[in-house]
């Protein structure tokens, strides 16, 4: 069975600074598709950033990356230049497409990030 | 404007009783999903649906019923079964295989008194 692990239930980090959360994912398939969802206190589930497996490149959505290690089934977020919208709870979510037949989608437990002024 | 529409928002339900949250989306979107929500347990999936007619259960389905008559709509009916009903719930929708994203609707806040 596939899960997905964030070991960091809740971090801060200062305005403008970069931070880190991490994601493990374990599962024994070759393609699937890894996420980033926030959800800010209206509770509004945003995708921040989606990663393909088979993309080696790391994906990128303005301040938001990612760090994708395959081989050691990790994929971290780094929000840079952090800003105070920024805060809320971020999700790591994986979905498998094994033969292009789709799997549901499988969520982390969140990790709560608070920007500080 | 396309979306997700869960409805509504809040919902107040006596012990005892059956209740349906509806879901509704105009993207077009094959896949259906239901989670639950609730502090500190992430996102718990109830049921999900690939296509028309057709649905599965995920890891919390004892208690929920779900039906697809439609593709735009995944309605999930809280049952009198479900011991620990109070929770928020989230809908949400994807393409399918091809773009695997899901969108999701801003959710319903189940409270049991």
């Known amino acids: 069975a596939q899960t997905v692990t964030q070991s960091q239930p809740e971090m801060s980090v200062q305005e403008a600074e970069t931070v880190t959360l991490s994601c493990t994912y374990d599962?024994?398939?070759?393609?699937?598709?890894l996420f980033w969802y926030k959800q800010p206190p209206s509770r509004q589930m945003i995708l921040v950033i989606r990663q393909e497996a088979y993309k080696q490149q790391n994906a990128t959505e303005n301040r938001f990356s990612v760090n994708f290690q395959k081989a050691a089934k990790s994929f971290s977020l780094k929000i840079s230049d952090s800003q105070l919208g920024d805060t809320a709870m971020y999700f790591c979510?994986?979905?498998?497409?094994?033969?292009?037949?789709?799997?549901?989608?499988?969520f982390g437990k969140g990790t709560k990030l608070s920007v500080k002024p | 404007d396309g979306g997700i529409t869960q409805s509504p928002k809040y919902l107040f339900r006596k012990e005892g009783q059956n209740v349906t949250l509806s879901c509704e989306q105009n993207l077009n979107h094959d896949a259906m999903y239901w989670y639950r929500q609730d502090p500190g347990q992430g996102l718990r999936l109830i049921y999900y649906?690939?296509?028309?007619?057709?649905?599965q259960k995920g890891d919390i389905a004892e208690g929920y019923s779900v039906s697809r008559e439609k593709k735009e709509s995944f309605p999930l009916t809280v049952t009198s079964a479900q011991k620990n009903p109070t929770a928020f719930y989230l809908c949400?929708?994807?393409?399918?295989?091809?773009?695997?994203?899901?969108?999701f609707g801003q959710g319903t806040r189940l409270t049991v008194v």
């Open positions: 599962t024994s398939e070759n393609n699937y598709y």
């Open positions: 949400a929708s994807s393409v399918g295989a091809r773009l695997p994203e899901a969108f």
């Open positions: 979510a994986f979905i498998s497409n094994y033969g292009g037949s789709q799997g549901n989608l499988i």
């Open positions: 649906s690939q296509i028309v007619n057709d649905f």
